[in-house]
C-alpha cells in the first residue's frame, strides 16, 4: 500500500512536498518524492493532507479518563489530588470500560497513536490490551510506608499475571509516583536498580506545594502526606536534588512535569541525561508559574509532550497540547515543536526504533490531517488543525469506534 499526500513530514528528514509512504506488513518500507509505477488502486491519495508520524503522548493517566470534567484546582494541589484518590476508590469496572471508549476516542481524534501510560489501577491492564495502540507503561508505585508499597506491588503483579497479552505488547516496569508519595527505602531500590529496560518516570517539581514540602517541610502538602505515614525531614535544595540524593538518577530517567526547576536543577538534569515530559493542559489548568521551555532547550534536555489525565486536562488529544506550547512560546520552531510530539516522545518512552519518524522499518503508525493554509509551513499546518482526518497504527487504518469494551 501506498500513501501519498501533498507533504510528507518524516520528522528524521527535510519535508517532502507530493511525498508518498510505502507500507508493507505493518512497517514502512520505503518514503520519497515520487510514487513507483503501481496499480491505481494500491495507492491511497491525500492531495489535501499531511501525513506525519502518529502524535505521542508521552504522559496520561487513561484509567481516569472517566472523569468527567477536570477536577476543580480553584482550592490549591492537594485539594485536587483528594478528589482524584476519592476517583479511583469509588470507580466501578464499568466506569473505567467507558473512560476507555472515551480515550480512544480522543486519542485517535487527536492524531495519537502512541502512548505513555501511568497506570495506578490494577484493573487497567486487561482493559489496555484491548486498545490498537502501542507504548509504554509506567507501574506507579506509591506508599508512605513498606506495608503499603508492598500490597500496591503485590496487587499489581497479580493483575500483571493475569494479563498475559499486555505483558507481551506493553513494555512496562514499576516506578515510583512522585519523591513525596513514596518511602525512601522504596525510592531508593527503584532509582538504583532498573530490573526492566522502560526508563524510569516520576512526577516531580510539580507545584508550589511540592517545593514547599521538600524546602521547608511545611505547608498543605507536608500536613497530608504525614497524616499518610510520611516520615523524616527532608530538609532539600529542591524535590529534584532531594530525588537525586536517594538515588541517584538514571539515565534517560522522564521527569514529568518539571514545572518548578531552578538553574541548578536544570544543570543535574543535564548532566544526569534526563528527559522531561512537560504536559501543557496540565499546568493551564493548575496555572503554574512558565514552564522553563527556553532554559531545558538551551541545556539540550530532551522535552516531550503529554496531556496528564482527564482529572486536569479537557482533552487528552495532542493536537490541542501542540497550539498552548505555539501560543505560550510563539518563537519555538514549529518543526522542534512537531518533533517533541512525534520523535521526542517516542524517545522518552524507549520506542525510538519502532516510531516516531517515517523511515524504513519504523511501525507503519501515521496521521494525515489537513492541508489548511498552502502558503504555510507544513508544520504549522499540522497546528492549524483541531483533529486527524485518518490514523494508521501498524498500517490498519484506525477509527474512533474502534473494538474496545
Known amino acids: 500500500m ?7 513530514l518524516p520528522i528524521d528528514q527535510p519535508p517532502i512536498r507530493d511525498g508518498w509512504v510505502e507500507i508493507v506488513a ?7 518524492p515520487t510514487v513507483p509505477h503501481v496499480r491505481t488502486a494500491d495507492v491511497v491519495e491525500l492531495p489535501a493532507h499531511l501525513l506525519l508520524p502518529g502524535l505521542v503522548n508521552a504522559h496520561t493517566h487513561l484509567d481516569l479518563a472517566g472523569v468527567t470534567t477536570p477536577c476543580s484546582a480553584h482550592q490549591g494541589f492537594v485539594p485536587w489530588l483528594d478528589t ?18 472515551r480515550a480512544v476516542r480522543e486519542l485517535l481524534a487527536g492524531g495519537v497513536t502512541c502512548v ?3 497506570i495506578g489501577d490494577a484493573r487497567w491492564f486487561s482493559l489496555l490490551a484491548t486498545t490498537p495502540f502501542k507504548g509504554t507503561a509506567w507501574l506507579e508505585v506509591i506508599g508512605c510506608t513498606p506495608e503499603r508499597i508492598t500490597e500496591h506491588r503485590q496487587a499489581m503483579n497479580a493483575a500483571l499475571q493475569r494479563c498475559a497479552a499486555f505483558s507481551a505488547q506493553w513494555p512496562h516496569g514499576f516506578t515510583p509516583h512522585a519523591p513525596y508519595s513514596v518511602h525512601r527505602d522504596a525510592l531508593h531500590a527503584l532509582l538504583a536498580k532498573r530490573a526492566s529496560s522502560v526508563p524510569l ?8 506545594e511540592e517545593w514547599e514540602f521538600f524546602t521547608t517541610a511545611s505547608g498543605p502538602l507536608w500536613t497530608r502526606m504525614t497524616q499518610l505515614g510520611w516520615r523524616g525531614t527532608p530538609d532539600a535544595h529542591s524535590p529534584l536534588h532531594y530525588l537525586d540524593s536517594v538515588g541517584p538518577l538514571p539515565p534517560r530517567t522522564c521527569l514529568i512535569h518539571g514545572n518548578y526547576l531552578h538553574a541548578d536543577d536544570i544543570a543535574l538534569l543535564q548532566q544526569r541525561r534526563c528527559t ?26 530532551p522535552i516531550a509532550l503529554g496531556t ?4 486536569s486536562a479537557s482533552t487528552i488529544g495532542m493536537l490541542a497540547a501542540l497550539r498552548q506550547v505555539q501560543q505560550t512560546y510563539p518563537a519555538l520552531a514549529t518543526a522542534q515543536l512537531v518533533r517533541m510530539a512525534t520523535r521526542g516522545g517516542a524517545e522518552a518512552l524507549g520506542l525510538e526504533k519502532r516510531c516516531g519518524s517515517l523511515s524504513p522499518g ?6 494525515a490531517v489537513r492541508l489548511l493554509d498552502p502558503t504555510a509551513d507544513p508544520y504549522q499546518n499540522v497546528l492549524l488543525n483541531d483533529t486527524a482526518d485518518r490514523v494508521w497504527i501498524d498500517g490498519e487504518e484506525q477509527h474512533a469506534a474502534s473494538d474496545t469494551p
Not at 501506498?2 to 510528507?8: G, K, Q, S, T, Y
Not at 505493518?26 to 520519497?32: F, L
Not at 496528564?308 to 482529572?311: E, G, N, P
Not at 519504523?362 to 496521521?367: F, G, K, P, Q, Y
Open 2 to 8: 501506498f500513501l501519498r499526500a501533498a507533504w510528507v
Open 26 to 32: 505493518g512497517q514502512i518500507r520505503s518514503v520519497g
Open 84 to 101: 482524584v484518590v476519592a476517583y479511583r476508590r469509588a470507580a466501578s469496572t464499568a466506569d473505567l470500560q467507558h473512560g476507555l471508549r
Open 116 to 118: 505513555g501510560d501511568y
Open 201 to 208: 518516570a516520576i512526577h516531580c517539581a510539580e507545584s508550589p
Open 276 to 301: 522531561v515530559i512537560h504536559c501543557p493542559p496540565s499546568h493551564a489548568h493548575f496555572g503554574f508559574r512558565c514552564f522553563p521551555l527556553e532554559a531545558l532547550m538551551a541545556a539540550n534536555i
Open 308 to 311: 496528564d489525565s482527564h482529572a
Open 362 to 367: 519504523m511501525a507503519a503508525d501515521l496521521a
